[in-house]
């Protein structure tokens, strides 16, 4: 995993996957001693709702949620991996992460009517500042050194722009503002207090089912959208960090990590790279038409232990 701030190379994980076990390694103490806010879709999704009962712990770092609740892997996602079978005494994680959300779902423009409005990352953020509030105020007792802020957006502003029949040109004019806004929320954490920054890169989810694994007509422009989409987060991600001198932003980049379990399916105990295993997420590496199963999860997840260990999370 690189974190670039950082200029911190990890090396690509050997295809061998470590079981995460179910039992948290924490030393219990009274209160936590790091915090991990994590907000995305249903990639980084656990089914945390700020609202409910358990909150986090160093006992139950995670949560309410269950397990494998409404996880779109079958079981381990990355944020399971991450602290599971680490050694992250007193962190705790509270994943706003919603299935479905957008950077923004007004400016991104969907065509197709749904049932119930869509959320967004605005609705997570939201709830952050209601339930937990800014580094001055807080009861929990985060701070800017003790908390590291996670994002992991992308995969349905680009989506939705492909649904909605826009070619990669089209779609990179409706995806401009909302690219805007995604830094703008950034800048609204910075005011709240928050000085450290992890940005994770759209994956290359053109190589899902829903895209007949990279071969449908539309995955080309679904291709070269993640492309755009990520440079323009690489180069605003350069301009927020001379905007905000303080802020200490990195950027994780999931693309080589999915695509060595894509390329090496044998290696991972898939029988190929063109099947998924549904509900189960494994043996193959799609777990349903459109989300990563657990080899690809896990992969991805013990590149983040440790690449923010090397940020000191």
């Known amino acids: 995993m690189v974190f670039s701030s950082f200029l911190t190379s990890v090396l690509l994980l050997s295809g061998s996957i470590v079981e995460a076990g179910l039992v948290h390694r924490q030393t219990q103490t009274t209160k936590p001693s790091k915090f991990l806010f994590i907000f995305g879709d249903s990639y980084t999704s656990t089914g945390f709702n700020v609202s409910n009962s358990p909150q986090p712990s160093v006992s139950n770092p995670l949560g309410n949620g269950g397990y494998p609740g409404t996880r779109t892997s079958g079981g381990d996602g990355w944020v399971d991996v991450i602290m599971k079978n680490n050694s992250r005494p007193g962190t705790v994680v509270y994943n706003f992460a919603v299935v479905g959300d957008p950077v923004n779902a007004t400016l991104v423009q969907p065509t197709v009517a749904l049932p119930t409005p869509i959320a967004d990352y605005r ?20 701070n800017a050194t003790n908390s590291l802020f996670i994002s992991y957006f992308g995969i349905n502003d680009v989506s939705i722009q492909v649904a909605a029949g826009r070619n990669a040109s089209a779609g990179q004019k409706v995806l401009l503002p909302d690219l805007v806004d995604y830094f703008n929320i950034f800048g609204d954490q ?71 379990v894509l390329d090496n399916p044998a290696r991972y105990g898939a029988p190929n790279s063109t099947c998924l295993s549904y509900p189960a997420g494994q043996p193959c590496l799609w777990h349903d038409f459109a989300h990563p199963g657990i080899a690809i999860q896990r992969t991805f997840g013990q590149a983040m232990s440790t690449g923010l260990k090397s940020l000191g999370f």
């Open 123 to 142: 609705d997570q953020m939201r709830a952050f500042t209601s339930a937990i509030g800014s580094a001055s105020s807080n009861k929990i007792g985060w």
């Open 190 to 260: 910075y005011k709240l207090g928050v000085r450290k920054f992890v940005l994770i890169l759209v994956p290359p989810f053109f190589r899902a089912p829903v895209y007949s694994y990279g071969n449908s007509t539309s995955a080309p422009d679904v291709k070269n959208l993640t492309i755009w989409f990520n440079s323009q987060v690489k180069s605003r991600a350069a301009s927020f960090r001379s905007q905000y001198p303080l802020a200490n932003l990195s950027i994780a980049d999931p693309t080589p990590y999915f695509n060595a």
